[in-house]
């Protein structure tokens, strides 16, 4: 797999996928229901892609936010 993400999206999707995470323990905001483990599996995807550097969404749809590649 070629890389398609740029750093500034690989960076995003740590914020956010750290601000998942916190809302799912740290908070009441997501229970203990789906949205618990909902949060938690999307906080894993963004994390696994932005440290392989590479979105199957993104090859689907033919995006890239990256300059090198």
Do not use: Q
Not at 31 to 55: E, H, K, N, P, R
């Amino acid at each position: 797999m070629t890389a398609n993400m740029g750093t500034i999206d690989r960076g995003a999707r740590l914020v956010v996928a750290a601000l998942l995470v916190f809302a799912a323990f740290g908070t009441e905001i997501a229970g203990s229901g789906v949205l618990f483990w909902l949060a938690l599996v999307v906080a894993a995807i963004f994390t696994l892609t932005a440290f392989v550097g590479t979105c199957p969404l993104y090859s689907m749809i033919g995006l890239k936010t990256c300059r090198d590649c």
